[in-house]
């Protein structure tokens, strides 16, 4: 009986690398919890590394495929972060009744819910630059190929997807964005506190 409450003792208790990465988790997700509500300081890190990969690209002269990759990726990321999380196009193809956006003056307000929220993006554009800087760094991924027809092929692609959901975003009346719309404030409840 002894021996069984040892080996079980033994058997509960963690590895020591397992707990170093455990703890190592905690560690970077607290991390990530502490810089989300610094917006502007996490993009400036973000755009400080893009820019530190695009000199490594240009000083290097070579890896264009994966800088390719990474902006294709980019796009990807921006253009899920500009589509709503209920695409009103499916909506209309579907007869059940659920949230949709607002298409008259006089309909409710409902909030625009992004399906790539803002965090996320910036995760993932931080996450994919990281991994496209570190693959600058190993000769396997310099595939030779002609960058100006992959550069041409990019302008390409992105012209015609945002004129797409340009078109999407018109057609179904929303804006991604919170600047310039119109702001209200309870003005009877200001009244009432300082009459208190």
């Known amino acids: 009986m002894m021996e069984d409450s040892g080996e079980d003792m033994l058997r509960s208790r963690p590895n020591i690398v397992t707990t170093f990465f455990k703890r190592l988790g905690h560690t970077y997700q607290l991390m990530l919890d502490k810089s989300t509500p610094y917006t502007t300081g996490r993009w400036a890190f973000t755009i400080f590394l893009m820019l530190a990969f695009i000199i490594r690209i240009l000083y290097a002269q070579g890896w264009y495929i994966v800088t390719y990759a990474l902006a294709i990726y980019h796009l990807n990321l921006f253009l899920a972060f500009l589509t709503p999380k209920i695409d009103p196009a499916l909506e209309e193809m579907e007869d059940e009744d659920g949230p949709e956006l607002p298409t008259k003056q006089n309909e409710e307000f409902r909030p ?74 309870a003005t009877q409840g200001k009244e009432d506190l300082g009459q208190k």
């Open 112 to 185: 625009f819910i992004r399906r790539l929220p803002e965090f996320k993006f910036w995760y993932s554009a931080t996450k994919a630059t990281l991994i496209g800087f570190c693959c600058t760094f190993f000769e396997l991924f310099n595939v030779p190929v002609f960058w100006p027809i992959l550069v041409m092929y990019f302008i390409t692609l992105f012209c015609i997807t945002m004129k797409r959901q340009i078109k999407h975003m018109i057609r179904y009346r929303y804006l991604p964005f919170t600047w310039g719309k119109p702001k209200f404030q």
